[in-house]
């Protein structure tokens, strides 16, 4: 299906930690649109997950670098258009951690500490990013820099816990960076707010089955895969959306503005 849509644009791509990954599919999409990319993940990843392995598929660089320090992105932002010899083009936030989640805290009886580190990696990330890269003088005139989202931002899923509303913050960062991201350099700053996904950070939500078998039946169209994420990403990515700026865009097969499928009518009839 590749029409070489992003040849000869510069991207860096974080979180692909294995092969579930949805960073791990756009990052395979974008190289075979013919873009070149840069792969990043925590220093953690290198012994946890299989980035290294990734990048020696694609036969491209690995430059590990922990969101929450200034110092490790100003590293792979300056890493990268080294790597690239010149700027970049477009950007993935595929980063998301909730400490309170992972201890299965009540979202009622939430550490403090632990909050402030969840919003740290999911969100003040992209803002720390967009900051460094913004400073660097980073990105190329129309430019797209690109965060995931989920639609706990927007409506109540009582186990998404914290995540919610760092999902919430995150998108807000995206409205407010964009503002200022376009005005200066024509760059568009979006998120797209994606189906529940089986990947390491999906499943670790209490509840994850429901969510996912719930929102397949809600939608239309099902539930959309990592893969055609990537898809999404791709477009998002090329020249073909270049006015498209500071939004959160449903990638989720309808499931946002579906009140009730016809399935659970019939599920819920007497
Ligand atoms: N899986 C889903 O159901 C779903 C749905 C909507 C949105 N999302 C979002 O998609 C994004 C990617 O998640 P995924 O589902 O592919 O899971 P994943 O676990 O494969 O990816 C999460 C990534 O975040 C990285 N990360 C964590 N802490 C970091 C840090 N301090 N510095 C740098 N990287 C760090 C991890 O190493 C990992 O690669 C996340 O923002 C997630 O919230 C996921």
Redesign the pocket.
Known sequence: MANQILKGKNGII?????E?????KVAEQCVAEGANIVL???P??ARV?Q?EELAKKLNVPLIY????KMEDLQTLVSGSMAAFNGKIDFVL?????SLNVRKKNPYIDSNYEYMHQSFD??SM?FHRLMQTLMKADAMNDWGSIL????IAAQRTFPDYGE?ADA?ALLESFARSFGYHYGKSKKVRVNTI??????????SG?GGFDAFYNYADTMSPLGNAS?DQCAQYCVSLFSDYTRMVTMQNLFHDGGFSFTGISTDLMEKFSD
Do not use: C, E, R
């Not at 974080?14 to 294995?18: K, M, S, V």
């Not at 670098?65 to 929450?68: K, R, S």
């Open positions: 974080f979180g692909a930690l294995n579930a990954s949805i960073a791990w990043t993940n925590a953690v990843a997950g980035t670098a922990d969101v929450t936030h595929s980063v998301g951690m990696i999911s990330s965060a995931l989202s989920y995540m999902k707010s994606q189906s529940p996904t089986k990947t390491t950070a999906g939500v990592a």
